[in-house]
């Protein structure tokens, strides 16, 4: 990144925050660095869970597309473009059930010849092409089933993986 990329930081709750890199505090390889409390309006509980670097072209962003996941095994693509406009106090990235103890695992940029690779707690995974999943309009919808899990169990992990099937 440089100093005029614009950064996305997802939490946990499902809420999106964004700042330029250069408001961002420099410190020294022995600094023990700053909280993002201290930088973001974060709730009690709440954590970043992804940290997106962004082009810094907004007009190219509604050809990249994100995927969210959850640790309830939901999944959700929307167009990035849905996330131009973040206000200082955050936007809603998306949305919870009402008293669902879900939280957000992790948000990854994709493109249409991408695979999605979810990995469950219990060593579990699954792999499927990004093209099964269709592009959400909305920020308040809670996605789609990506991975059907038994009791106790919850995704650990969200990785795109680029390239051709054979």
């Known amino acids: 990144t440089n100093t005029h990329t614009p950064v996305l930081f ?13 408001k961002l505090p420099e410190g020294a390889p022995q600094a023990r660095g700053k ?19 962004l082009p ?6 509604s050809d990249l ?3 969210f996941a959850t ?3 939901n999944v959700r693509r929307n167009s990035m473009g849905d996330f131009t406009n973040v206000p200082s106090n955050g936007k809603i990235a998306i949305r919870f059930e009402e008293g669902s103890d879900d939280h957000l695992i992790g948000v990854s940029l994709c493109s249409e010849a991408d695979d999605v690779l979810l990995a469950a ?17 909305g920020r308040t919808s809670t996605g789609v089933r990506g991975m059907k899990l038994g009791i106790g169990e919850e995704v650990i992990g969200l990785s795109i993986l680029a390239g051709q099937r054979a």
């Open 56 to 61: 810094e072209d907004e007009v190219t962003w």
């Open 71 to 73: 640790a309830k095994g």
């Open 10 to 22: 997802f939490s946990t709750h499902g809420q999106v925050y964004r700042m330029k890199v250069y």
């Open 65 to 67: 597309n994100v995927v």
């Open 121 to 137: 707690k219990n060593g579990k995974s699954i792999r499927f092409p990004l093209s099964d999943l269709r592009v959400f309009q």
């Open 35 to 53: 909280p993002l409390i201290n930088l973001l309006p974060l709730e009690s509980g709440e954590t970043i869970s992804t940290i997106l670097p």
